[in-house]
């Protein structure tokens, strides 16, 4: 009788080990995205067209918005796969290397043999505004083939995590195949897209991250204040999105979230460079929503990522890490 109650007892707390491992597991996050090499010039403000300004102080840092989120993810304790593809030279093979050293799975970071990778050339001003152009070179050949190798690991995500500097089917057709399996899809539509994103894109996206010109773009309502925000919100979920944050620099975010509308202010922090403060909030916001956060709660730790990332020169160099979060 007694070994019996013992073997039961056993068995019981079994089954309590269980049950707390699969609560507490790490839910998976996939990025998907573009893969970069910064090259950074800090002037005392933006040179006007045809002009030349001297004594910038010049960075190289590693970049693109994909990388920038999946690091961000994985700085700030998420478990993350990154999916991009790079050029076979020496700036791919340095990306791959870092990518590893921060913790990401880079299984699925493809070479191509025939385009260099990204490059972006990116002036900051004194005050922390920054010009940015993009040499995409790979990133505009991650392709729906890529995708395929990886429909496995993207369809057994909890989280996909998109951007747009990667070509616009791609994006299409890896949000399609985890919103058919029930993944989060969450979409960062910057760089500001050309025209309005399709509905077919639309109506498979959970979550949309854009910033005041983005919104503009995608519902065709210019975002001035509170009533413009609603509006332009209220397109954008009339399209099949249920959630719409919206950045809005120094004010903080706008939500809309089902028929809730809602604001979280800014942290206040004196700016060196935003580079990366769009990508440090996507990448936060998908480890709050990773770790059961309410909504709100993880804009609001969003929030305090991104506004850390802006004292920092750089774009990944700047991304914090979990403890430096109050």
Same mark, same amino acid.
Request: aromatic content about 6%; proline content about 4%.
């Given at each position: 009788?007694? *070994?019996?109650?013992?073997?039961?007892?056993?068995?019981?707390?079994? *089954?309590?080990?269980?049950?707390?491992?699969?609560?507490?597991?790490?839910?998976?996050?996939?990025?998907?995205?573009?893969?970069?090499?910064?090259?950074?010039?800090?002037?005392?403000?933006?040179?006007?067209?045809?002009?030349?300004?001297?004594?910038?102080?010049?960075?190289?840092? !590693?970049?693109?918005?994909?990388? &920038?989120?999946?690091?961000?993810?994985?700085?700030?304790?998420?478990?993350?796969?990154?999916?991009?593809?790079?050029?076979?030279?020496?700036?791919?093979?340095?990306?791959?290397?870092? %990518?590893?050293?921060?913790? +990401?799975?880079?299984? %699925? +970071?493809?070479?191509?043999?025939?385009?260099?990778?990204?490059?972006?050339?990116?002036?900051?001003?004194? *005050?922390?505004? &920054?010009?940015?152009?993009?040499?995409?070179?790979? &990133?505009?050949?991650?392709?729906?083939?890529?995708?395929?190798?990886?429909?496995?690991?993207?369809?057994?995500?909890?989280?996909?995590?998109?951007?747009?500097?990667?070509?616009?089917?791609?994006?299409? %057709?890896?949000?399609?195949?985890?919103?058919?399996?029930?993944?989060?899809?969450?979409?960062?539509?910057? !760089?500001?897209?050309?025209?309005?994103?399709?509905?077919?894109?639309?109506? *498979?996206?959970?979550?949309? +991250?854009?910033?005041?010109?983005?919104?503009?773009?995608?519902?065709?309502?210019?975002?001035?204040?509170?009533?413009?925000?609603?509006?332009?919100?209220?397109?954008?979920?009339?399209?099949?999105?249920?959630?719409?944050?919206? /950045?809005?620099?120094?004010?903080?975010?706008?939500?809309?979230?089902?028929?809730?509308?809602?604001?979280?202010?800014?942290?206040?922090?004196?700016?060196?460079?935003? /580079?990366?403060?769009?990508?440090?909030?996507?990448?936060?916001?998908?480890?709050?929503?990773?770790?059961?956060?309410?909504?709100?709660?993880?804009?609001?730790?969003?929030?305090?990522?991104?506004?850390?990332?802006? /004292?920092?020169?750089?774009?990944?160099?700047?991304?914090?890490?979990?403890?430096?979060?109050?």
């Amino acid at each position: 009788m007694r *070994n019996r109650l013992f073997r039961r007892t056993q068995k019981q707390r079994f *089954n309590l080990i269980y049950i707390i491992m699969t609560i507490i597991r790490k839910k998976k996050i996939v990025v998907i995205g573009s893969c970069n090499t910064d090259m950074v010039i800090k002037t005392s403000r933006l040179p006007i067209p045809g002009e030349t300004i001297l004594g910038g102080e010049f960075m190289m840092n !590693p970049g693109g918005k994909g990388a &920038n989120q999946a690091v961000a993810v994985s700085r700030l304790g998420g478990d993350v796969t990154f999916l991009c593809k790079t050029g076979n030279d020496m700036f791919g093979a340095q990306s791959v290397e870092l %990518y590893k050293s921060e913790g +990401i799975d880079a299984t %699925y +970071i493809f070479r191509d043999s025939e385009s260099p990778s990204g490059v972006a050339l990116i002036t900051v001003d004194m *005050n922390g505004e &920054n010009s940015i152009v993009v040499a995409s070179g790979a &990133n505009n050949h991650l392709s729906s083939d890529d995708v395929i190798k990886a429909k496995d690991v993207i369809e057994s995500a909890d989280i996909l995590l998109m951007q747009l500097e990667i070509p616009m089917q791609t994006v299409e %057709y890896a949000a399609r195949i985890a919103h058919a399996k029930g993944v989060k899809v969450i979409l960062n539509p910057a !760089p500001a897209p050309a025209s309005p994103l399709s509905d077919e894109l639309l109506k *498979n996206v959970d979550i949309i +991250i854009p910033n005041v010109t983005e919104t503009g773009i995608i519902s065709g309502k210019a975002v001035t204040d509170y009533q413009s925000a609603v509006i332009a919100a209220d397109i954008i979920a009339s399209k099949g999105v249920e959630t719409i944050i919206i /950045t809005m620099g120094s004010k903080g975010a706008f939500i809309k979230d089902g028929d809730a509308y809602y604001e979280v202010p800014a942290n206040k922090v004196q700016a060196v460079d935003t /580079t990366a403060a769009g990508d440090t909030f996507c990448g936060a916001l998908c480890v709050g929503l990773s770790e059961n956060m309410e909504l709100k709660s993880a804009v609001e730790f969003a929030g305090k990522a991104s506004a850390i990332s802006v /004292t920092r020169m750089g774009a990944q160099a700047s991304v914090p890490y979990r403890d430096e979060i109050k």
